[in-house]
T-cell receptor, first 113, second 114 residues
């Protein structure tokens, strides 16, 4: 089984709709991240969380919100989706202090019409 | 404004050739430089990483070369294989652990022709 899972894997929605992307991990890591991937721009950090009570904005947080429901679960919400939020979204985890590696989920492809 | 600039955006190499991807950075506080490999339909995965106390790190066919004075680092893939076809991202961060945020380059799509 995958260590970092994301649901849904693909989603098509309409402008103005609220949508939630979910991430779960079985790695036991405290730190979780949400990234957005656009062609030519690499991965940009949206939000990150170092533990359940610690949530921080990344470089492109406008239009997004997050919820850390448990150590293993970190959800990303688009309050009112717009077409330029069409992108590939990745969740990642890392372990505090042991390695510098971030472990990524398989991604969610979101299309906003 | 990208703090880590990656080139080229795409690269085609013949099987057995050398693939070279370059990255340049501005922030002199960066002290950790990983490369991630992403196959279609998958999330990125750590390939190899270097810290600025060494100028080169080699793992199998993959080598990172680091030039601190020029603020540049590069990935070399020796004897490139079709299975190496993927998107490669360089990244950089400040601090001793992954809690410090990674800043990614724009990515390079590598195709290795048989």
């Amino acid at each position: 089984d995958a260590d970092v899972t994301q649901t849904p894997r693909n989603r098509i929605t309409k402008t103005g709709k609220r949508i939630m992307l979910e991430c779960s991990q079985t790695k036991g890591h405290d730190r979780m991240y949400w990234y957005r991937q656009d062609p030519g721009l690499g991965l940009q950090l949206i939000y990150y969380s170092f533990d359940v009570k610690d949530i921080n904005k990344g470089e492109i947080s406008d239009g997004y919100s997050v919820s850390r429901q448990a150590q293993a679960k970190f959800s990303l919400s688009l309050e009112s989706a717009i077409p330029n939020q069409t992108a590939l979204y990745f969740c990642a985890t890392s372990d505090e202090g042991t390695t510098d590696t971030q472990y990524f989920g398989p991604g969610t492809r979101l299309t906003v019409l | 404004q990208q703090q880590v600039k990656q080139s080229p955006q795409s690269l085609i190499v013949q099987k057995g050739g050398i693939s070279i991807i370059n990255c340049a950075y501005e922030n002199t506080a960066f002290d950790y430089f990983p490369w991630y490999q992403q196959f279609p339909g998958k999330g990125p995965a750590l390939l190899i990483a270097i810290r600025p106390d060494v100028s080169e790190k080699k793992e199998g066919r993959f080598t990172i070369s680091f030039n601190k004075s020029a603020k540049q680092f590069s990935l070399h893939i020796m004897d490139s294989q079709p299975g190496d076809s993927a998107t490669y991202f360089c990244a950089a961060s400040v601090g001793a652990n992954a809690g410090n945020m990674l800043t990614f380059g724009g990515g390079t799509r590598l195709m290795v022709k048989p």
